[in-house]
């Protein structure tokens, strides 16, 4: 398991989920929503990720389940590489956070549509967890870098 922090990304059309590891790699959580606008969502991201000085970005690949790419998939992409000029990304599979974020705030009793922008950082944590525990099980890193 590679030593330093990630920050997590669930990158929506309207909000970003931001979510941080602890140095050990051990475990993710919620930091901030970040509004979604073109002029200042990269650089908040990356003012976070030299804030936590970070190892990597690990952004969430929205694919369908058949594992193909959607207009999501694109957008990810290419959200992706905007950090990608000034910080390492990686991109890993999210399939189903967003749905299981908000499932386990139901469970908890929240109200999803008041509880959106928890939401969008919640699926933050379950990307940046999935590629943590991926990472410390198979010894390899998650997903793919960008170059």
């Not at 790699?25 to 990269?42: F, H, N, S």
């Not at 804030?51 to 369908?64: C, N, T």
């Not at 399939?95 to 908000?102: C, D, F, G, H, Y």
């Amino acid at each position: 398991m590679r030593s330093g922090r990630r920050l997590g990304v669930d990158v929506g059309r309207a909000r970003i989920g931001v979510a941080v590891s602890d140095r050990d790699g051990l475990l993710a959580t919620p930091v901030e929503t970040v509004r979604r606008d073109d002029t200042t969502d990269v650089r908040r991201i990356v003012e976070l990720a030299e804030e936590y000085d970070v190892l990597e970005v690990v952004v969430g690949l929205p694919l369908s389940m058949s594992g193909a790419d959607t207009p999501s998939t694109e957008d990810a992409r290419s959200f992706a590489a905007r950090i990608a000029e000034q910080r390492p990304v990686r991109l890993v599979d999210e399939r189903l956070s967003t749905a299981t974020a908000q499932r386990g705030l139901h469970q908890a009793g929240k109200n999803t549509k008041k509880s959106r922008a928890v939401i969008d950082q919640a699926a933050a944590v379950i990307i940046l967890q999935h590629a943590l525990d991926h990472e410390r099980a198979s010894s390899a890193p998650p997903g793919a870098t960008l170059p």
